[in-house]
């Protein structure tokens, strides 16, 4: 019998609804296995196990009067730990957060809340979410719970490895440029980075505000529809979420199933890696929607070899902005000694001692882009090959309901093996696209190789979750890779 | 490209307020002027024509209506704060 | 050589709103330190700004005061700077955007003596926009403690022309401006609290010179005084310097209210590298034609074009106009009765401008509180020009008016002061004192016409100042003419 962390939400919904499982004995059931796992795995930064069992008290309570909120209640999500809880850490994954609690909730914190959902613990990520491999890490790395040797991927590396190694019925991870579908694709698990507007970034701390987005990483797609259901909505502290209607995800997936989909493949995606053996069980996903009767098309997003540049530009620029704040004067790290008669040393020492090397690389990069007489050149350029990019992805939905790609370039690399920034930089080169272009994407595990896992990337078209997840679900119901876990 | 960037490390990281040893300005300077030699392939587009996007889906006139709604309670205001007195939080003495 | 200055003003006024500009906390002076504080205000991690409509009303409102053009869209943009009073250590402003483009403030300059208009003047704007206060340093000797209840305050930053020449025209500037905000409710502009601050960009070069000297950008003009005090030292010390051949060096400097003179501030090499861009946080605005015509319909009749009418409609002198119009409430509260007197205009106009703000100083109340209504003050006036009671005893009856609420008739009728007596025993009291004058009657018979004010007094005596003065004045010229 399967073993109760591995269960899906949707499953422990029914036994919660059943009374044959409590959401205490559920939520002692993910304690005790992340105790004795995640020694290896090192995907919490923290986790209140007081808190949580309280939680979950409260909630068998409300079963037990009858007054249960919904679905998710009494069942645990982990939160990666740049989403504000009121009175938990808020991290980064950072020097210079190490003591900071939050006085608020972020508003997908609140939602989830209101559904009874059990908050459980604080993934560990790429500090401020900058990065591919959760090696940046003020805390140390995570590992791929498939190998320990390699990367869980990143930024969402602790989501995603939680997730795969059952320390989490699913959780909410952040996506920037990649930051949820590649360590989904790293950890075998599925990953949703949801159409920018769709999710409020209220509470999410900002990497860079126009890409950000929060997303659900689940060992399902329906757990993911179910979760992406509990955070979406138009958010009145967010002027960049969106008012558009929420579709009921779990039961489209349903009511889309069966669908002839016109499914495009961008010949730019496939150009240099299609004899790639890496993305053999890519190749196969494909065949497998032609097989189903999908119309299968060949379509060019001429702008993709440009989105790399676009992205560091536009990212670092506005991340250059955004981690200003933290800065060693009202609730960030202060350094201990600095020289008081300049009176930016304050900021000089404390940034220095609380920033980890790659968040400054990314924060002086923005600020370069973005300093005196080099505006137009970088970021203006970039803003406009955005536009760019953006109608590439317009022009091909005109002809096509979604696309299939891969996720990255390759399955998760050893620790340590990408030391050049740039190289690490490239291998975002499939996810990033639909940052740029505001569209959702999904990623979904799709095959093996060299046993890792492998993952599939659905990019639909703007508002339309619903669609990417019932064409994934047709694919993983065919495929249950879901049955299968890593060995701990 | 690279060798003839104009990436002054000392000014950047002063602007950005981040002391960095000699070690790192060495190193990042490396790997900047590399990163930033290899995003000037945007220079290859003619943009001349083209609008910039600054939002993804952009709206008008997001805004709510001027009424005020509570405060942080100044326990929680200062409860992560570094150093402070008074209800304040203490900094250097600026001197402008 | 004879120099000129050339003056520009950049002034910052706070919009009067319930709430933040990008926060929903109260906006308010005087609370405890970070009492007005939230995750925006304080920048933590996470915390996203939402626009407050009535910042964009209220600066749309004083962009259509001043003639601004008000483009159909704007924008938000960030500025970033390191500094310990700016929580997120970037302000939102609107750089290449702003919501108010161009304009114009109608200034006043001193006339020959204070009964004497001055000079009008347009003073070119060019631009203004909106942006988020910043919070308060508190110097003490080894440390600074930072406030941010004044952070993210709605702000507008006025930025004129390079149109003035002189303190006094910038000490107008500021006045118009004062006025005009509120006049349309949108500032107070207390100084004192913050509410309105400018800083002066001020250079100096030969008269005749086409091109502009070296600016001196000058700061802390914490008062409307020490904006002109500040900029005439200024503009002394740099053409002192010139006149030596000294150059004049691009820098800000600051004023020093206490020791009375300008000093140079530290800057850092990167001060002006503001680094500004879309801020990604905020949509742009769009403004359309019915948007601007509500906010235009609420725009009250402007300070220097009620002065005009009030001088053309009521006939009423600079120096009355001048004290009832800068007040919006009492101009209001005079034409509630002057329009319906207008031939009582001068009599009103006198009243409110001299008695009834005595009054209220008095008793140390604002219009809204007193007692008295416009309609009262009407009674008054005509119970005067009737020649009920004279104008000695209307002085009398004003301030139990203003004490009690009652109108003019009910305090005459209480205490008894219409006069209980008929012309004709006015003429026996004439009689009696020619008769006990006969020098003064005989001045008068001898061509001294104005020694007959010497038998006035003796006449109100004896009706204990109830007689009508030009009743008295027309029966003793006809009883010395009848003794002829």
Same mark, same amino acid.
């Given at each position: 019998?399967?073993?109760?962390?591995?269960?899906?939400?949707?499953?422990?919904?029914?036994?919660?609804?059943?009374?044959?499982? $409590?959401?205490?004995?559920?939520?002692?059931?993910?304690?005790?296995?992340?105790?004795?796992?995640?020694?290896?795995v090192?995907?919490?930064?923290?986790?209140?196990?007081?808190?949580?069992?309280?939680?979950?008290?409260?909630?068998?309570?409300?079963?037990?009067?009858?007054?249960v909120?919904?679905?998710?209640?009494?069942?645990?999500?982990?939160?990666?730990?740049?989403?504000?809880?009121?009175?938990?850490?808020?991290?980064?994954?950072?020097?210079?957060?190490?003591?900071?609690?939050?006085?608020?909730?972020?508003?997908?914190?609140?939602?989830?809340?209101?559904?009874?959902?059990?908050?459980?613990?604080?993934?560990?990520?790429?500090?401020?979410?900058?990065?591919?491999?959760?090696?940046n890490?003020?805390?140390?790395?995570?590992?791929?719970?498939?190998?320990?040797?390699?990367?869980?991927?990143?930024?969402?590396?602790?989501?995603?490895?939680?997730?795969?190694?059952?320390?989490?019925?699913?959780?909410?991870?952040?996506?920037?440029?990649?930051?949820?579908?590649?360590?989904?694709?790293?950890?075998?698990?599925?990953?949703?980075?949801?159409t920018?507007?769709?999710?409020?970034?209220?509470?999410?701390?900002?990497?860079?505000?126009?890409?950000?987005?929060?997303?659900?990483?689940?060992?399902?797609?329906?757990?993911?529809?179910?979760?992406?259901?509990?955070? $979406?909505?138009?958010?009145?502290?967010?002027?960049?979420s969106?008012?558009?209607?929420?579709?009921?995800?779990?039961?489209?997936?349903?009511?889309?199933?069966?669908?002839?989909?016109?499914?495009?493949?961008?010949?730019?995606?496939?150009?240099?890696?299609?004899?790639?053996?890496?993305?053999?069980?890519?190749?196969?996903?494909?065949?497998?929607?032609?097989?189903?009767?999908?119309?299968?098309?060949?379509?060019?997003?001429?702008?993709?070899?440009?989105?790399?540049?676009?992205?560091?530009?536009?990212?670092?620029?506005?991340?250059?902005?955004?981690?200003?704040?933290?800065?060693?004067?009202?609730?960030?790290?202060?350094?201990?000694?600095f020289?008081?008669?300049?009176?930016?040393?304050?900021?000089?020492?404390?940034?220095?001692?609380?920033?980890?090397?790659?968040?400054?690389?990314?924060?002086?990069?923005?600020?370069?882009?973005?300093?005196?007489?080099?505006?137009?050149?970088?970021?203006?350029?970039?803003?406009?090959?955005?536009?760019?990019?953006?109608?590439?992805?317009?022009?091909?939905?005109?002809?096509?309901?979604?696309?299939?790609?891969?996720?990255?370039?390759?399955?998760?690399?050893?620790?340590?093996?990408?030391e050049?920034?740039?190289?690490?930089?490239?291998?975002?080169?499939?996810?990033?696209?639909?940052?740029?272009?505001?569209?959702?994407?999904?990623?979904?595990?799709?095959?093996?190789?060299?046993?890792?896992?492998?993952?599939?990337?659905?990019?639909?078209?703007?508002?339309?979750?619903?669609?990417?997840?019932?064409?994934?679900?047709?694919?993983?119901?065919?495929?249950?890779?879901?049955?299968?876990?890593?060995?701990? | 490209?690279?060798?003839?960037?104009?990436?002054?490390?000392?000014?950047?990281?002063?602007?950005?307020?981040?002391?960095?040893?000699?070690?790192?300005?060495?190193?990042?300077?490396?790997?900047l002027?590399?990163?930033?030699?290899?995003?000037?392939?945007?220079?290859?587009?003619?943009t001349?024509?083209?609008?910039?996007?600054?939002h993804?889906?952009?709206?008008?006139?997001?805004?709510?209506?001027?009424?005020?709604?509570?405060s942080?309670?100044?326990?929680?205001?200062?409860?992560?704060?570094?150093?402070?007195?008074?209800?304040?939080?203490?900094?250097?003495?600026?001197?402008d | 050589?004879?120099y000129?200055?050339?003056?520009?003003?950049?002034?910052?006024?706070?919009?009067?709103?319930?709430?933040?500009?990008?926060?929903?906390?109260?906006?308010?002076?005087?609370?405890?330190?970070?009492?007005?504080?939230?995750?925006?205000?304080?920048?933590?991690?996470?915390?996203?700004?939402?626009?407050?409509?009535?910042?964009?009303?209220g600066?749309?409102?004083?962009?259509?005061?001043?003639?601004?053009?008000?483009?159909?869209?704007?924008?938000?943009?960030?500025?970033?700077?390191?500094?310990?009073?700016?929580?997120?250590?970037?302000?939102?402003?609107?750089?290449?955007?702003?919501?108010?483009?161009?304009?114009?403030?109608?200034?006043?300059?001193?006339?020959?003596?204070?009964?004497?208009?001055?000079?009008?003047?347009?003073?070119?704007?060019?631009?203004?926009?909106?942006?988020?206060?910043?919070?308060?340093?508190?110097?003490?000797?080894?440390?600074?403690?930072?406030?941010?209840?004044?952070?993210?305050?709605?702000?507008?930053?006025?930025?004129?022309?390079?149109?003035?020449?002189?303190?006094?025209?910038?000490?107008?500037?500021?006045?118009?401006? #004062?006025?005009?905000?509120?006049?349309?409710?949108?500032?107070d502009?207390?100084?004192?609290?913050?509410?309105?601050?400018?800083?002066?960009?001020?250079?100096?070069r030969?008269?005749?010179?086409?091109?502009?000297?070296?600016?001196?950008?000058?700061?802390?003009?914490?008062?409307?005084?020490?904006?002109?005090?500040?900029?005439?030292?200024?503009?002394?010390?740099?053409?002192?310097?010139?006149?030596?051949?000294?150059?004049?060096?691009?820098?800000?400097?600051?004023?020093?209210?206490?020791?009375? #003179?300008?000093?140079?501030? #530290?800057?850092?090499?990167?001060?002006?590298?503001? #680094?500004?861009?879309?801020?990604?946080?905020?949509?742009?605005?769009?403004?359309?034609?019915?948007?601007?015509?509500?906010?235009?319909?609420?725009?009250?009749?402007?300070?220097?074009?009620?002065?005009?009418?009030?001088?053309?409609?009521?006939?009423?002198?600079?120096?009355i106009?001048?004290?009832?119009?800068?007040?919006?409430?009492?101009?209001?509260?005079?034409?509630?009765?002057?329009?319906?007197?207008?031939?009582?205009?001068?009599?009103?106009?006198?009243?409110?401008?001299?008695?009834l703000?005595?009054?209220?100083?008095?008793?140390?109340?604002?219009?809204?509180?007193?007692?008295?209504?416009?309609?009262?003050?009407?009674?008054?006036?005509?119970?005067?020009?009737?020649?009920?009671i004279?104008?000695?005893?209307?002085?009398?009856?004003?301030?139990?008016?203003?004490?009690?609420?009652?109108?003019?008739?009910?305090?005459?009728?209480?205490?008894?002061?219409?006069?209980?007596?008929?012309?004709?025993?006015?003429?026996?009291?004439?009689?009696?004192?020619?008769?006990?004058?006969?020098?003064?009657?005989?001045?008068?018979?001898?061509?001294?016409?104005?020694?007959?004010?010497?038998l006035?007094?003796?006449?109100?005596?004896?009706?204990?100042?109830k007689?009508?003065?030009?009743?008295?004045?027309?029966?003793?010229?006809?009883?010395?003419?009848?003794?002829?």
């Open positions: 019998m399967q073993e109760l962390y591995y269960k899906s939400a949707s499953e422990l919904a029914e036994l919660l609804a059943g009374g044959e499982l $409590s959401s205490v004995e559920l939520t002692q059931a993910l304690i005790d296995r992340t105790k004795s796992v995640d020694e290896q090192g995907a919490f930064n923290s986790f209140d196990e007081a808190d949580a069992l309280a939680q979950a008290s409260a909630s068998d309570e409300r079963r037990a009067s009858g007054d909120l919904g679905p998710l209640d009494g069942i645990p999500v982990g939160l990666k730990d740049n989403l504000a809880v009121y009175g938990q850490p808020l991290t980064c994954s950072s020097k210079m957060l190490e003591r900071f609690v939050s006085p608020y909730d972020a508003t997908c914190i609140q939602k989830l809340k209101s559904t009874g959902a059990v908050l459980f613990g604080r993934l560990n990520l790429d500090e401020f979410a900058m990065g591919s491999s959760t090696e890490s003020a805390f140390g790395p995570t590992s791929n719970p498939w190998n320990l040797e390699c990367v869980p991927g990143g930024s969402s590396g602790g989501s995603a490895a939680a997730v795969a190694a059952g320390e989490a019925v699913f959780a909410l991870g952040s996506d920037t440029g990649g930051s949820i579908r590649q360590p989904a694709s790293y950890c075998g698990v599925v990953g949703l980075k949801p920018y507007g769709r999710v409020s970034r209220y509470g999410l701390a900002a990497f860079a505000s126009s890409l950000d987005q929060i997303g659900p990483l689940a060992r399902n797609v329906k757990d993911a529809a179910s979760l992406l259901q509990a955070i $979406s909505g138009h958010d009145a502290f967010d002027s960049t969106y008012k558009a209607e929420v579709p009921d995800f779990v039961a489209s997936l349903e009511s889309l199933k069966g669908r002839q989909w016109t499914l495009g493949l961008p010949k730019e995606y496939f150009a240099g890696v299609a004899d790639s053996p890496a993305l053999e069980p890519v190749r196969q996903a494909i065949e497998f929607y032609r097989g189903l009767g999908c119309e299968i098309k060949e379509v060019s997003l001429p702008h993709t070899e440009y989105a790399v540049a676009t992205y560091y530009i536009v990212a670092t620029a506005e991340a250059s902005s955004n981690l200003a704040r933290y800065d060693g004067i009202r609730y960030t790290h202060r350094a201990e000694s020289d008081a008669k300049d009176s930016v040393d304050i900021y000089c020492q404390s940034r220095a001692e609380g920033f980890g090397e790659e968040v400054k690389r990314r924060v002086i990069l923005g600020t370069y882009v973005l300093s005196s007489g080099y505006y137009d050149a970088y970021y203006l350029k970039a803003q406009k090959v955005r536009t760019l990019i953006r109608q590439d992805f317009e022009r091909v939905f005109r002809e096509v309901d979604a696309l299939l790609t891969p996720v990255a370039p390759e399955p998760a690399f050893r620790k340590g093996e990408k050049d920034p740039l190289s690490m930089y490239l291998s975002d080169v499939f996810t990033i696209s639909a940052n740029l272009a505001g569209i959702p994407g999904l990623s979904l595990p799709c095959g093996y190789s060299g046993g890792l896992p492998v993952g599939l990337q659905i990019l639909g078209k703007p508002f339309k979750e619903d669609e990417i997840l019932a064409i994934g679900q047709e694919f993983e119901t065919a495929h249950p890779f879901k049955d299968q876990h890593p060995k701990l | 490209m690279a060798e003839d960037s104009q990436f002054d490390i000392e000014y950047t990281a002063k602007l950005a307020r981040i002391n960095l040893s000699e070690e790192e300005k060495a190193k990042f300077s490396s790997q002027n590399s990163i930033i030699g290899y995003v000037e392939k945007l220079g290859e587009l003619d001349s024509e083209v609008e910039p996007t600054a993804p889906h952009p709206v008008e006139n997001v805004w709510r209506e001027d009424v005020a709604s509570d942080l309670p100044v326990d929680e205001a200062l409860k992560n704060a570094p150093a402070q007195r008074n209800n304040m939080f203490v900094v250097p003495k600026v001197v | 050589m004879e000129e200055a050339v003056i520009g003003l950049e002034v910052h006024v706070q919009i009067k709103t319930e709430s933040k500009i990008f926060s929903p906390v109260k906006a308010g002076y005087g609370h405890e330190p970070n009492a007005l504080v939230d995750p925006v205000v304080l920048s933590l991690p996470g915390a996203l700004p939402v626009m407050n409509k009535a910042a964009l009303d600066i749309m409102k004083a962009g259509l005061a001043f003639g601004c053009a008000i483009p159909d869209t704007c924008k938000w943009d960030r500025k970033n700077y390191f500094y310990p009073d700016s929580p997120s250590n970037y302000q939102i402003t609107q750089y290449d955007q702003p919501i108010c483009q161009g304009g114009e403030v109608e200034i006043e300059l001193p006339g020959e003596s204070r009964n004497v208009m001055g000079e009008h003047k347009a003073i070119k704007l060019t631009r203004i926009h909106l942006e988020n206060d910043v919070g308060k340093l508190n110097h003490f000797a080894e440390d600074s403690l930072v406030d941010y209840n004044r952070a993210h305050t709605c702000l507008m930053e006025i930025v004129s022309e390079p149109d003035m020449r002189s303190g006094e025209e910038a000490f107008a500037f500021l006045t118009a401006i #004062r006025q005009t905000m509120v006049y349309c409710g949108i500032s502009c207390d100084m004192e609290k913050g509410q309105m601050r400018a800083d002066a960009n001020i250079s100096v030969p008269v005749g010179q086409k091109e502009f000297g070296a600016k001196i950008e000058l700061k802390n003009l914490n008062s409307i005084t020490g904006v002109k005090n500040g900029i005439e030292y200024e503009i002394k010390r740099q053409t002192r310097e010139l006149k030596k051949g000294n150059t004049i060096i691009q820098a800000t400097w600051r004023w020093d209210a206490d020791q009375g #003179r300008t000093e140079p501030m #530290r800057e850092k090499e990167d001060a002006h590298d503001y #680094r500004y861009f879309p801020d990604p946080d905020l949509m742009p605005v769009r403004v359309d034609d019915v948007w601007r015509e509500r906010i235009r319909s609420e725009i009250p009749e402007l300070p220097w074009d009620k002065q005009r009418r009030f001088m053309e409609e009521y006939a009423l002198p600079y120096t106009t001048s004290v009832l119009v800068p007040d919006r409430g009492l101009s209001d509260w005079f034409e509630a009765a002057a329009k319906q007197a207008p031939d009582l205009a001068q009599a009103l106009g006198n009243y409110v401008a001299n008695d703000l005595r009054e209220l100083s008095e008793a140390d109340q604002q219009l809204g509180e007193c007692e008295m209504t416009p309609n009262s003050l009407l009674t008054l006036a005509k119970a005067v020009a009737k020649g009920v004279t104008k000695q005893i209307a002085k009398d009856v004003f301030i139990e008016m203003f004490k009690s609420g009652e109108t003019a008739d009910q305090v005459i009728e209480r205490k008894g002061l219409k006069p209980d007596f008929d012309e004709s025993q006015v003429r026996i009291w004439c009689q009696e004192a020619l008769d006990e004058n006969p020098r003064v009657v005989a001045d008068v018979r001898s061509g001294n016409a104005k020694a007959i004010n010497a006035l007094g003796p006449v109100m005596k004896k009706s204990r100042g007689a009508s003065p030009q009743v008295v004045g027309a029966l003793l010229r006809e009883l010395i003419d009848a003794g002829e």
